[in-house]
């Protein structure tokens, strides 16, 4: 942390002006002039400066989106709605501004991070549509009596987001709290602030004052004081499964619900009578290369019958030959950087780690050798073949573009093996056999299966983990049901 003078941000005209605490409705400095440098991780260049928030300067946060909540739970409806579509169209009107912010700050590329941008905006508009439908139930109770239930907000509402898609997590999961009527205080990622202080430059004016605020700063100090805030009456947090217990843990001492989507060692099941070149198109597709393999759900563990292991082997070796790391800026770049340093290490070694444990680098693997790309942290799509279940490329999160692929012949050991991590986000079964898939979509321990597809979301459908990928869901009405309580009245008359 750095409380000198804060240096000069660049002026890329797409780059946030504002690099200081947005609360009640207007830009203040971190106290003490508290602030870090954001680097970029394609080249290391200085993005600029960001505030480092303090306990006290969350708490003014806080305090600012306590006081505006009695106002905005009051509003009606429609109007709520209104802003959020508002808001929505906004974001689409600078989208291509916003998805370059992404692209320099947390290295993804910016094609799919324009996907991103349209995500939030779509999401802002799926629950602008839902603002009626928190309703409340009558239960029987006879003559002379009603007994009816009514779905409050919960007051503010805390959110967390990650690293890998900044500005849809900041954007999309204000949608549900401030739909219901709850405010929120956004903490984006420490590692990419800059898309959301955007995004409170474009839509902070479209509601009252402390309905929609943001503090950037440090995960162990600004999150942790966001969550154990006694003002804050629930945390949404997007990360790993390590963020989520520090999260659970001191929400505990507040008796606060959380609601977490963290980490996965997410499964791909190849069956012996697949599609085979669309089943190597899945196993790419759901590594998601264009994020560098940095998603949650990413199908990194694929488990392939030893009737088709090598066929679909050399199928994904060349379709990883079009995967080239790049500079994201470039529309061209089909993978990115990596998110930092630390990251770009702790791949690294897991690459080492498993070359170690016995499993064969079968492509990729190293950095790149682009010397345009030096100073960045690239590095190449890698492939594992003879992976064992026990190695720990096969049950640690890497949260890289490090794919493994297993062998089997026995269905039931390799459904142990599937489900042996502590994890469950998601799970892809590829089979022309309709009862083969409706029976391993049954047993799989993972929250969201597809049969015959990956990688894609469907609003409107629940997503979330089981075990430890998190609890809750969202994406769909559960969501907004997530940021109400219920409250029952019986009425003698």
């Not at 292991?309 to 770049?333: C, K, N, S, Y």
């Not at 083969?436 to 979330?464: D, K, M």
Request: aromatic letters at 8%; glycine letters at 10%.
């Amino acid at each position: 942390m750095k409380t000198s003078p804060a240096p000069a941000s660049p002026t890329h005209p797409a780059l946030p002006a504002h690099r200081e605490l947005f609360y009640g409705g207007a830009w203040h400095p971190a106290h003490g002039g508290a602030h870090w440098e954001c680097f970029s991780p394609t080249n290391g260049s200085s993005l600029g400066i960001c505030a480092d928030a303090s306990d006290a300067d969350v708490d003014a946060a806080v305090q600012a989106a306590h006081c505006a909540f009695p106002a905005w739970r009051d509003t009606h409806p429609s109007d709520r709605a209104a802003r959020l579509r508002q808001a929505a169209a906004r974001i689409r009107q600078h989208g291509g501004d916003l998805a370059l912010i992404d692209a320099l700050d947390c290295g993804n590329a910016i094609t799919p991070m324009k996907g991103d941008v349209e995500n939030a905006a779509t999401q802002l508009e799926f629950f602008a549509g839902l603002v009626t439908e928190a309703k409340g139930e009558t239960i029987p109770m006879g003559h002379g009596r009603l007994n009816y239930t009514l779905r409050e907000p919960l007051g503010v509402v805390g959110r967390i987001g990650a690293f890998n898609h900044p500005f849809m997590f900041s954007a999309a999961k204000m949608a549900a709290p401030l739909a219901a009527g709850n405010t929120v205080v956004i903490k984006p990622p420490e590692q990419a602030p800059l898309s959301t202080l955007r995004l409170a430059e474009l839509v902070g004016d479209l509601f009252p004052p402390g309905v929609f605020n943001v503090v950037t700063g440090r995960g162990k100090e600004a999150g942790q004081a966001l969550v154990r805030h006694p003002a804050v009456a629930k945390i949404g947090l997007i990360g790993s499964v390590e963020a989520g217990r520090a999260v659970m843990r001191t929400a505990a001492d507040t008796l606060k619900p959380v609601l977490l989507e963290l980490g996965g060692k997410n499964a791909l099941i190849g069956f012996a009578d697949a599609d085979l070149p669309a089943l190597a198109d899945a196993i790419v597709q759901g590594m998601n290369f264009a994020w560098c393999g940095q998603s949650c759900g990413s199908t990194s563990r694929v488990f392939l019958h030893e009737s088709i292991h090598d066929r679909i082997a050399d199928m994904v070796r060349e379709r990883l030959a079009a995967f080239q790391p790049g500079l994201p800026q470039d529309p061209d770049t089909t993978m990115g950087a990596i998110v930092s340093a630390e990251q770009h290490r702790r791949i690294l070694d897991y690459i080492r780690i498993g070359r170690d444990e016995g499993a064969t680098l079968s492509y990729g693997g190293t950095v790149p050798a682009d010397p345009g790309l030096a100073q960045g942290f690239f590095i190449e799509p890698t492939l594992f073949t003879g992976v064992q279940p026990s190695m720990r490329i096969a049950r640690e999160e890497i949260f890289g573009p490090v794919l493994s692929l297993f062998r089997w012949t026995d269905a039931g050991a390799m459904l142990a093996a599937v489900n042996a991590p502590d994890y469950g986000l998601t799970c892809s079964l590829w089979t022309r056999d309709l009862a083969t898939a409706l029976e391993f979509s049954s047993r799989v321990q993972a929250g969201y299966v597809w049969i015959n597809e990956v990688g894609r979301h469907f609003l409107g459908a629940p997503y979330g983990g089981f075990k430890q990928s998190g609890n809750g869901r969202e994406e769909c009405f559960d969501e907004l049901l997530a940021f109400t309580q219920t409250k029952n009245v019986h009425v003698r008359y």
